[in-house]
């Protein structure tokens, strides 16, 4: 009854009522009302299964002493199967348990991007016999093993299985990521492990490295011993046709272009090409007023078969995948021009100097992204201030650039819900996976992102210190440190603000993390404080159409916004935008444009006439056709930099070169 007397009082009353027959008993009811209403979950401790035992931890790496020295023998001549056979001499330190790990993480995309699928064969050996091993079970990466007494050193063989797509390894050109071609003890800094490697070629093919050679016996290319750290920071090349230029006759420390190519017509290259790239490297060390290594190797591959383009840097080399006409058809490189410069400028931001989060122990250890924003960020500052100083871009083209980093950036509606501090964190879960709404989810803007924020950084520098202090100082303050030295020096977000605060007093700590942490719109501010800003016009820019035909795309991105590939299929919408609007998506194809087929010169017709005829797609997806009405009244809209009037053009001032 106490139960009836509170009853209809409770939320439940009312839909009870309708579910109760009349006549119905207390107990009844109250039944009823007990299974009509949610059920309420409790805890259950000790119910249920529980997880399975660990399996015993890998060792982590300890900054000890590593006896003996890792004999390394790589074999890449079987390009007909795009197989290297790898063998290894490992000292063994105690009998017992050992684990072998293969590498996980890469330096250069800061992501766990070294797959160990690619190993196969894999056997172990204390003499002649065969020790039997096991896969840990959570990390794929280790193999366990049991050292018998008395064994000096166990012997290891596998092969690693390159990708035919990768264009790694071909008769006339081999690349070696000695990374992905070893094992190596887990407990020890890679620092700490001496290694000995020896690299078996194709026949006639000639190598380049940043690694000091012994001695080359036939097609066995003997190096000198080193350690782990540097032998995996130093990747080799080798190739049929192939030419090395000094690119600093000068210098105590020589740096070398090592030019590799598929077709040996492509090795030409124009006397003025190689001045600039002369240039670019005295403008990089009078920036910042030191080296950090014996010989520096920019290893430029021109060859369409090698797959990724672009660039990994390292300490002493840089590697540089570039098109096939890189040197012949100069108007066709507008957009990687400073890709060279940008690896450069890594040995010393990035290499050298490392973020503490970042730099590892070994390449099993987790990376820590949070200071990209400094290491990729201010780097592809440099590239394109270092190819404007150096004449690799002329002036104009880099306006241009600038102008395509700065529209890339200002239309980035995803900032709204994704700082720039949390884009640091891409390269952790986003490496390898589609992005199918790019601008809104965002990805890796700390490049184009960076350039605007170190402009803008260089423009407060010089506003505060009345234009005498600016970016070069800080380089040369805190990259230019121990000259000759090729130990890695560490750096936290404080150490970058306080070296700022030196050169020019201020609190650049809530400042940076203001520009980090927000969601506002000052991300253009640096052009502003530089007397330019970003304006659109209706005819494109050199580099603006060299962007296109690098994408292979029509990019209306900045009028009805949207990217469109030559067969009509969309590429990219912007978010709420006006194609977005219309209900388009990535993946839909446009089959006609106001009732005429599609081509990409009849779509950009139809924009320019936007503003008395509105735009109707016929659109193909999921296999119907409906038609999309595209609410737009403006022209085409192309990126450029404009000048402010009454403002001191300090943008100049930067890009000129140093004497």
């Known amino acids: 009854m106490v139960f009836l007397q509170g009853f209809a009082d409770h939320p439940l009353a009312g839909g009870l009522a309708r579910c109760v027959p009349r006549g119905v008993t207390a107990h009844l009811l109250a039944v009823t009302c007990l299974s009509c209403a949610p059920l309420s979950v409790g805890a259950e401790v000790?119910?249920?299964?529980?997880?399975?035992?660990?399996?015993?931890?890998?060792?982590?790496?300890?900054?000890?002493?590593?006896?003996?020295?890792?004999?390394?023998?790589?074999?890449?001549?079987?390009?007909?199967h795009k197989i290297a056979v790898v063998r290894e001499s490992i000292p063994v330190q105690a009998a017992g348990p050992l684990i072998l790990l293969y590498p996980a993480w890469e330096s250069a995309s800061h992501a766990r991007t070294a797959s160990v699928a690619d190993l196969a064969g894999l056997v172990i050996k204390s003499g002649n016999?065969?020790?039997?091993?096991?896969?840990?079970?959570?990390?794929?990466?280790?193999?366990?093993?049991?050292?018998?007494?008395?064994?000096?050193?166990?012997?290891?063989?596998?092969?690693?299985?390159?990708?035919?797509?990768?264009?790694?390894?071909?008769?006339?050109?081999?690349?070696?990521?000695?990374?992905r071609m070893l094992l190596y003890p887990a407990g020890w800094f890679a620092r700490n492990i001496s290694v000995t490697a020896n690299l078996t070629l194709p026949s006639e093919l000639q190598a380049f490295s940043s690694l000091e050679i012994d001695r080359r016996d036939g097609d066995v290319v003997v190096f000198k011993p080193t350690t782990l750290e540097t032998l995996t920071d130093s990747p080799v090349y080798a190739a049929r046709y192939a030419r090395q230029i000094s690119l600093a006759p000068k210098s105590a420390a020589p740096v070398l272009l090592d030019v590799l190519a598929d077709d040996p017509k492509d090795l030409t290259e124009t006397a003025g090409e190689v001045e600039?790239?002369?240039?670019?490297?005295?403008?990089?060390?009078?920036?910042?007023?030191?080296?950090?290594?014996?010989?520096?190797?920019?290893?430029?591959?021109?060859?369409?078969?090698?797959?990724?383009?672009?660039?990994?840097?390292?300490?002493?080399?840089?590697?540089?995948?570039?098109?096939?006409?890189?040197?012949?058809?100069?108007?066709?490189?507008?957009?990687?021009?400073?890709?060279?410069?940008?690896?450069?400028?890594?040995?010393?931001?990035?290499?050298?100097?490392?973020?503490?989060?970042?730099?590892?122990?070994?390449?099993?250890?987790?990376?820590?992204?949070?200071?990209?924003?400094?290491?990729?960020?201010?780097?592809?500052?440099?590239?394109r201030v270092l190819a404007a100083r150096s004449g690799l871009r002329s002036r104009q083209e880099t306006l241009d650039k600038l102008a395509l980093d700065a529209a890339v950036v200002a239309r980035r509606p995803g900032r709204n819900w994704k700082s720039l501090s949390d884009s640091t964190n891409d390269p952790l879960f986003m490496i390898g996976q589609t992005v199918a709404w790019r601008d809104w989810q965002r990805r890796e803007d700390y490049y184009a992102e960076g350039v605007m924020l170190w402009l803008d950084v260089d423009g407060m520098m010089r506003e505060l210190s009345r234009g005498q202090r600016g970016l070069d100082d800080f380089a040369r303050a805190f990259f230019g440190i121990h000259d000759g030295s090729r130990t890695t020096v560490v750096y936290t977000a404080d150490d970058v603000y306080a070296a700022l605060g030196k050169i020019v007093p201020y609190d650049w700590s809530a400042y940076l993390q203001h520009r980090l942490e927000g969601h506002d719109e000052v991300v253009?501010?640096?052009?502003?404080?530089?007397?330019?800003?970003?304006?659109?016009?209706?005819?494109?820019?050199?580099?603006?159409?060299?962007?296109?035909?690098?994408?292979?795309?029509?990019?209306?991105?900045?009028s009805i916004g949207l990217t469109v590939g030559k067969t009509g299929a969309l590429r990219a919408v912007t978010w709420h935008g006006p194609a977005f609007d219309a209900g388009l998506a990535p993946g839909v194809r446009i089959v006609s444009v106001n009732g005429k087929a599609f081509d990409p010169v009849v779509l950009k017709e139809a924009v320019m006439a936007a503003s008395t005829t509105p735009i109707e797609l016929a659109v193909e997806s999921e296999g119907r056709t409906r038609t999309a009405k595209i609410a737009y009244r403006g022209s085409l809209r192309y990126p450029v930099l404009v000048r402010i009037p009454g403002r001191s053009d300090r943008l100049s001032a930067l890009l000129a070169p140093r004497h």
């Open 129 to 179: 016999r065969v020790l039997a091993w096991t896969r840990d079970p959570v990390d794929m990466h280790a193999f366990r093993v049991d050292v018998p007494d008395n064994t000096r050193s166990i012997d290891v063989e596998f092969q690693y299985l390159s990708r035919a797509s990768s264009g790694q390894l071909r008769q006339d050109m081999v690349v070696v990521p000695w990374h």
């Open 276 to 383: 600039k790239l002369r240039r670019m490297v005295e403008q990089t060390q009078r920036l910042f007023h030191s080296v950090h290594y014996a010989h520096y190797d920019a290893i430029a591959t021109l060859s369409d078969a090698l797959s990724p383009t672009g660039g990994i840097e390292h300490l002493e080399s840089g590697e540089n995948m570039l098109a096939k006409n890189y040197f012949s058809e100069r108007n066709l490189q507008l957009n990687n021009v400073d890709l060279i410069a940008h690896e450069f400028v890594h040995s010393w931001n990035g290499r050298f100097r490392q973020p503490a989060d970042l730099w590892t122990p070994t390449l099993n250890v987790p990376m820590r992204t949070r200071l990209l924003w400094v290491y990729e960020g201010q780097t592809e500052f440099w590239g």
């Open 524 to 558: 253009l501010d640096g052009l502003t404080r530089l007397g330019w800003r970003l304006d659109f016009t209706d005819t494109p820019t050199a580099t603006f159409l060299q962007d296109e035909a690098d994408w292979d795309i029509t990019n209306l991105a900045y």
């Open 46 to 80: 000790g119910v249920g299964p529980q997880p399975a035992l660990a399996s015993p931890p890998i060792p982590a790496p300890r900054d000890v002493v590593f006896n003996g020295s890792i004999s390394l023998a790589v074999d890449v001549s079987d390009t007909q």
